[in-house]
């Protein structure tokens, strides 16, 4: 059974960092893309970020362009997603999730919630 | 603003029928690329439920199925049971936002 685990949460002040941890089991995690997705309290889900299975292609949405990173360690089979430049509008349950393949997000994890406030 | 319009609630009885439906554009659904619904339960993580606009994941009964014409989408659910009630969420690729656009969700309440 595939299993994503979040971790690394918490309540950060503005214009703080912080760096979210999703561990990989039950998969050939090196052979897959994966995404971090938020949804924001009483809002919808937003895609905010995806890496390649190699992690050599990135792409970010233009809310968090230029603020977040995403990164992998495939001998750890651990995806990561390093905020910084926090703001209050960031604050969000954080999922991981493999894919996109053929452009859905087949599985995710519980997420990790992120407030962002001082 | 999502790119996908889904209705905030549908709701049915148990044993009845629902659909829920999803509206996209010339930048995502319109264009051809494929549409994908997730079930989101209260506590737990999402679910795919239909990706590549009508196809089943192992495990996800057949009471579940997808459809797509034009710039549009729609998730029925058939045989409608409590344990159904939760979110349930579009998605598709959208080249406007060079990124993969979700639906608002829509609230799924079994009377």
């Known amino acids: 059974e595939v299993q994503l685990l979040e971790s690394g949460g918490g309540l950060v002040q503005p214009g703080g960092s912080l760096r979210l941890s999703c561990a990989a089991s039950g998969l050939t995690f090196s052979s897959f893309a994966m995404s971090w997705v938020r949804q924001a309290p009483v809002r919808g889900l937003e895609w905010v970020s995806a890496l390649s299975a190699p992690g050599t292609s990135t792409y970010y949405a233009d809310s968090v362009k230029g603020r977040f990173t995403i990164s992998r360690d495939n001998s750890k089979n651990t995806l990561y997603l390093e905020m910084n430049s926090l703001r209050a509008e960031d604050t969000a349950i954080y999922y991981c999730a493999e894919g996109p393949r053929d452009d859905a997000f087949h599985v995710w994890g519980r997420g990790t919630m992120v407030t962002v406030s001082s | 603003q999502s790119v996908l319009t889904q209705p905030p609630s549908v709701s049915g009885a148990p044993g009845q029928r629902v659909t829920i439906s999803c509206t996209g554009s010339?930048?995502?659904?319109?264009?051809?690329?494929?549409v994908h619904w997730y079930q989101h339960l209260p506590g737990t993580a999402p679910r795919l439920l239909i990706y590549?606009?009508?196809?089943?994941p192992s495990g996800v009964p057949d009471r579940f199925s997808g459809s797509k014409s034009g710039t549009s989408a729609s998730l029925a659910i058939t045989g409608l049971q409590a344990e159904d009630e939760g979110v349930y969420y579009c998605?598709?690729?959208?080249?406007?936002?060079?990124?993969w656009g979700f639906g608002g969700g829509t609230k799924l309440t079994v009377l």
């Open positions: 998605q598709s690729y959208d080249s406007k936002l060079s990124g």
């Open positions: 010339n930048s995502n659904i319109g264009v051809g690329y494929h």
């Open positions: 590549g606009n009508n196809n089943r």
